[in-house]
């Protein structure tokens, strides 16, 4: 039997306060305010930096504390509602429940709901009522999550299906905000709101009360019904619950799976909407197999809108495909986004079109120019400040609603300044210059590639006289953008003669490049590098094609052998059929007389092993290395030490190390590179590279210097390096578990719009730690930085470029001289907060140091 409560609310109760406990809360709150100021005075009076920013941290703390006493002693109006459950069905919810905790994940199915009564201070309503929520954080506290079916075709709300669960599982007020901005926009966004809810006579707090999937949403968002499908999460439960949820399992899986839709009786019963789910159906099943465009099959509109939006609210979790629901319009006959389950959190350190998640995303959505037009466009729009400020003045009254009644179960403060920080990334990323690097080939074509991950079109060349050469808007040139898994893919385009011409002469370029980032009007300019012809350049030519007599040629694979034993080489080798260049373990070849192995096409495989290693050195250290170009195989690099090597002296003078890669993809393992007197011990130019294991020590100036390439480097040692341990510019990187000791410069620097990611690395006994400068984007998980002068350096050193970013989090700092040097309009972001300051010429105060 279930006793019937009274439909007041604890809530209404908490508003009957006498004028003696309004005045408990005033003394109340001033004393916690008085008591932390005068703590916070005296602690800044002796501390220093970092104890100011605690102080700031709990002032902001006590003001909050503050705020959410008076939230809870006057609370706003809300709606109550009872959910009676009789015992036995309440038995079955509990029985799941303990299999859920038990499972570490909750599985459902329509046969776990049980019938219950919903009654308001106006209904009584029929219901049927289950636990929802896939992760066990629905069901840790006491507020359990809830999916709820009103019966016999009423509504509450207008809603006959909706969810109850704790706000804090979609991140507080944050969720309800995300729906707003939605709405606004003319998107499709479910009801949200906060409801007082009791369960079987049990208080138990403010609730969210979330919308979910049936006509009633298609029809309060202003369109048509139509169908809501989504791509069937079965196999992803049932292949993480056979492998224990292990990493990656989900990447490429959604893209793979059924898609279904939601009320999949009501639509087969129903002959309109089955003709319109089988429509969306061919239409998803037909683009993901390469058969329509996205413009055919998405609303390109509605699609930018939400991507863009959630890269200004810091949406991650709603883009994963499984998590993002489809409505097929059947008006347009294309699919438009319905936002779910979107977990707005933390900061933006990455648009949507810079994901490298496999799972995240529409596959193809972003290569499509129309969208990514579209796209930008709205990025520029929602990123004005004006924007942020607009749609807060409009909910204003509403948003103090919601962080009251959120204040009434625990202590919470709305911030929105993480949104506007948020704009501030986006417009940094879409100012970022120069976007593109032109130059002319020896084929007497343009060459270009980006430097940015947005989209570029190229519009025009002109000349110093700003007339306009070669126009390209009649036929739209776009170069591919730059991404952090590939080298930048270059667009090639025919050039008049009159220009290639003038570019063959003496003098300075007097070209440029006219371009603009898709979808926005500012146009802007880079230079055309010009390609100096030198007739009597036979540098190459010199290069002897015979083999040395030690070496083995083995036609039916196309090698060239260097077997185990003492070799030496007294002039330049190129190979220059395609041919690869194999070592066999324990092969030792000595490089005099300035020799160098050049590899042209081809590629190098030293197979050394831990006690029968490969060497590469040069007895006279005048030897001129390794050189490897233009090969599309992957060389492979064990157990082979690079010893005593200086740069190539009858090569080009712009080949700077005495291990070179040029467009040539490279993978290196348990190897050493040491005592090289080059400019780069090792130098790779737009290439992949992965480097494991190895070891660095003793270089002349920078040990390791990677250009416009795309890699990683774990677990490796550098030591003693006259210049920087690890320089890096144009490029992706991936840096994890790397240790540099006595780096006589930077230990990890990046320029020239590269972005790099580090996670516990180690700096000691450096000049300095970590260097973000020209565009670049630094950032630092669990490192550690000691005995260094200078920790972080944040600046721009080109003018051609803009300012850096470094963000840091939880870097250990142990004595240092100086903790960083931000130059203005650069930012440090370090532990979440932003340090921007107005030091200037930077770049020289790093050099004297």
Known sequence: MIVHQTHQSPLFKLRKLTSSQHKV????????????????????????????????????????????????????????????????????????????????????????????????????????????????DHLENSKWSFRVQIKNNQTYMGMRYFSLQDPQTRVMANEWLFYQALRQAGLIALRYDLVDVSVNGEHKGIYAIEEHFSKELIENNQRREGPIIKFSEDRLWQINLAYEFQEGLEDGLAWQSPIEPFKENQIANSPELAAEFNQALSLLENYRHGRKQAAEVFDIDSWAKFYALSDVFNVKHGLQIFNIRLYYNPITGLIEPVAYDNQIEGRTYQLSIESDTLHQNLPGLFEDHDFQAHYLSYLNQYSQKTYLDNLFDQLDQKLSRITKLLNYDQIYNFTPEIFYQNQKFIRQKLTELPAVQASLNNHHQLELFALTELPVQVLFLSDNHQQIVVDWTKEPSYIPRATRQAVPEIVQLPLPDNVVSDLSSSGPSEYQITYRLLGLNEEHQV?????????????????????????????????????????????????????????????????????????????????????????????????????VMNSHDIS????????????????????????????????????????????????????????????????????????????????????????????????????????????????????????????????????????????????????????????FAVYQKKPEYGPARLIDWNTTINNLEKQWLIEKNSILTYNGNDYIQNEENVYQQVLDL
């Open 25 to 136: 809360k005033k003394v109340i709150i001033a004393g916690l305010i008085l008591s932390n100021l005068f703590f916070g005075c005296l602690v800044l009076f002796f501390g220093r930096q970092k104890i100011s920013l605690l102080i700031r941290q709990i002032t902001g703390q006590v003001l909050t504390q503050a705020n959410s006493i008076s939230y809870r002693l006057n609370p706003p109006p809300v709606e109550h509602l009872d959910i009676d459950i009789p015992f036995e069905n309440w038995q079955q919810i509990v029985n799941k429940r303990h299999q859920a905790l038990e499972d570490g994940v909750l599985i459902t199915s329509d046969d776990d709901f049980v019938t219950a009564e919903l009654r308001t201070k106006e209904q009584k309503l029929p219901i049927k009522i289950r636990l929802k929520g896939d992760w066990t």
């Open 636 to 791: 492979q690099i064990w157990y082979t030490f690079f010893d005593g090597l200086a740069s190539p002296q009858t090569l080009s003078q712009s080949i700077l190390g005495s291990v070179t890669f040029y467009q040539s993809p490279v993978a290196i393992n348990q190897s050493q590179f040491s005592s090289n007197s080059s400019e780069d011990g090792l130098n790779i130019v737009r290439s992949k590279f992965e480097i494991e294991n190895s070891k660095f020590t003793q270089t002349a100036s920078d040990a390791f210097d990677a250009d416009f390439s795309t890699g990683s480097i774990t677990n490796t040692i550098f030591i003693h390096t006259g210049n920087d341990a690890i320089d890096v510019s144009g490029s992706q990187v991936e840096i994890s578990n790397v240790s540099i000791v006595q780096a006589g410069d930077k230990g990890i620097s990046a320029g020239e719009v590269s972005r790099v990611q580090v996670e516990e690395t180690t700096i000691s006994d450096s000049n300095i730690g970590f260097a973000s400068k020209d565009n670049s984007e630094l950032t630092i998980r669990l490192g550690k930085i000691e005995n260094t002068k200078l920790g």
């Open 527 to 627: 230079p055309l590098r010009r390609w100096i012809i030198d007739e009597t350049d036979s540098r190459l030519t010199q290069a002897s094609i015979q083999k040395p007599g030690f070496v083995i040629y083995s036609p039916s694979n196309n090698s060239y052998i260097v077997p185990a034993g003492q070799w030496q080489l007294s002039r330049d080798w190129q190979i220059d059929s395609g041919a690869k260049l194999v070592f066999n373990a324990g092969a030792s070849l000595d490089l005099t007389q300035n020799a160098t192995l050049v590899i042209n096409h081809g590629s190098v495989d030293m197979n050394g092993e831990a006690d029968a290693p490969i060497h590469i050195y040069s007895s006279d250290k005048t030897g001129g290395g390794l050189v």
